[in-house]
């Protein structure tokens, strides 16, 4: 199975940082990487497929990139409403696994 | 707009079995994969099983392998898991999900509410 290796586990930022968050998979995966942003007792929403296409809907100041096994994802700019865990994750027709997540909090 | 709506979750003993449905609307169900996916307290995600949009191809996480089925009815717009010999391990919210496409190289583009497994001892 992939495994998929997220960093930092939790980070502490200010309204306004920009903030980066790394996956790493145990093997190439091409493109084949989501980003979804989860608060407290709700669904995870979809940020980014394909390891950088933006989700329709969703506001620019997120981006993801990278492609093989090393992506980042950043947010630009921090807001108040960005205060969440984010999830990696790979996905293809025979296998799919999600990071372990980062929670990102206020300083 | 898209709706997918969990229903089954109940609090049931180790060995026990459940089945989970999901009621989807405002999309066309049968265009689309859709899967299961698990968050146990305070823990991550994990993604338990999935379906294509014809049903002929499925997918399980090792942990369920043997013990969870998938199946989906397309005229009625739903998908189920059924789940058997449950494990205390088992106990989490379960979400739907719907795929971003008709087959397995896509990501879940929208999620249901959840709803709660508990296993007990």
């Known amino acids: 199975d992939i495994q998929m290796t997220q960093s930092p586990s939790t980070l502490s930022a200010s309204v306004g940082d920009r903030v980066t968050i790394t996956c790493r998979a145990s093997?190439?995966?091409?493109?084949?990487l989501a980003w979804y942003q989860q608060k407290p007792g709700k669904a995870p929403k979809l940020l980014i497929y394909?390891?950088?296409n933006l989700e329709t809907g969703v506001p620019s100041r997120f981006s993801g990139s990278g492609s093989g096994t090393e992506f980042n994802f950043t947010i630009n700019s921090l807001q108040p409403d960005d205060f969440a865990t984010y999830y990696c994750?790979?996905?293809?027709?025979?296998?799919?696994?999600f990071g372990q997540g980062t929670k990102v909090d206020i300083k | 707009q898209v709706q997918l709506v969990e229903s089954g979750g109940a609090l049931v003993k180790v060995g026990g079995s459940l089945r989970l449905s999901c009621a989807a609307s405002?999309?066309?169900?049968?265009?689309?994969?859709m899967s299961w996916i698990r968050q146990a307290p305070g823990k991550g995600l994990e993604s338990v099983s999935y379906?294509?949009?014809?049903?002929?191809?499925?997918f399980y996480a090792e942990s369920v392998k043997g013990r969870f089925t998938i199946s989906r009815d397309n005229a009625k717009n739903s998908l189920y898991l059924d789940m058997s010999n449950l494990t205390t391990e088992d106990t989490a919210v379960y979400f739907c999900?719907?795929?971003?496409?008709?087959?397995?190289?896509?990501?879940?583009?929208?999620w249901g509410q959840g709803t709660l497994v508990s296993v007990s001892s």
């Open positions: 999900g719907r795929g971003k496409g008709s087959y397995g190289s896509v990501p879940v583009d929208y």
């Open positions: 093997e190439n995966i091409n493109v084949l």
């Open positions: 394909r390891a950088s």
């Open positions: 379906m294509t949009s014809s049903g002929r191809d499925t």
């Open positions: 994750q790979h996905y293809n027709r025979y296998s799919r696994t």
């Open positions: 405002g999309f066309r169900f049968s265009d689309y994969y």
